[in-house]
């Protein structure tokens, strides 16, 4: 889902009242916090991207389309959790500033609700087709 543009949004920045110093040579050294800066980050979103993309078109087989979406919730939440930590462990080095959340920290948690949002479709749409078959 939405993980593939996290490529494009900075997740995070430091208010430049804070002394960036002190995070000199880390990822938060320019106080933007970008996903391309994270080898981890990038595979996270990589592999949420790509799962989310091979659910779609799992349509005829829908409890592994259930599996693969189940899948690219806990790795956009892994993801989450990941650019949480990342920021955290560079931002406590930072004294005195700011943080404002940028859009591309709101991406994974759309990924998350769209996912779960998919999983109860699947599986009421799963439900209508075994009731359609007992009619018939």
Known sequence: GSCWSLFLEPLGLAGASGNLASVQGTP???GILHMLEQPALIALSALAGISS??????????KVQIRVTQLAVVLAFALLVAVLAFFYVDFKKITGASYVVQPGL??????IITGVLAI???????????????LR
């Open 53 to 62: 993309l091979i659910a779609v078109f799992l349509f005829k087989n829908r």
């Open 106 to 111: 709101l991406l994974p948690v759309a990924s």
């Open 120 to 134: 109860f479709n699947i599986r009421k749409d799963d439900k209508i087709v075994r009731s359609m078959d007992r």
């Open 28 to 30: 938060l050294a320019d």
